[in-house]
């Protein structure tokens, strides 16, 4: 969803464990570990459709510098991907009545890369699926309060509302209060949710944080990997 640790550290395996074909990425360049060995990853498997928020076609340079990784010292390098099609609004067909929409994509150099972080509907059937990576809503706050109008959500509930319906919400940042706003979660209906969490202590803060926890066990069937992991896996 976006170049942070925990979201991009295990995509080389997969990548190496499946026949990728295609592969979406906002593109904007994070100088750690995991994003470096994603990208070589990705331009090193043969047949792999690269996209990103960017552009389309050509090539696109990704400038690394020198770091010790994995027990490593790497030299400073460039990754050069050439991009297949842009990401954008239109239906991504997956096969036997399954579809995929990126709902927003964002490339640019934002202070958080969480601010890139891809929103994706499955449609699976009839079951809609909103998976919202890190997006936030615009600093840590309860739910009631309303999300920026920049931020992911408050701009995902100003643009297309329709949209981000879905059945099944796996919620965004780990069930943090910088997530998850009445205003969005009235907008997708959901009546399932899933929450990724360590517990993980994320700077001074321990997710999920109890308030996301109650407004989603209010509003339906709840799921966390940190406490009923063999659950999420069935859901």
Known sequence: SHPHQDHVELLPDLLAAYEVKNVWDSGRLHDICGYRAFLTAVRDEPGVQYHNALQAFGTRDYAFGQKRCYGAMLPPATIRLSPSSRIDEATIPLGQGASMKILHADGAQHPSPNENSLVVRLDLGS???????DAEAGGRALPTTLPKPASIEGSLVACCASEVAADVLVAAHHGSKTSSRRAFL????????VVSSGPTKDQQVTLPDHEIISELTQRGTLFRTDVNDAGCAIA
């Open 186 to 193: 009235d907008a997708v209906g959901a009546s399932l949710f």
């Open 127 to 133: 079951t809609r699926v909103l998976l919202e990576g």
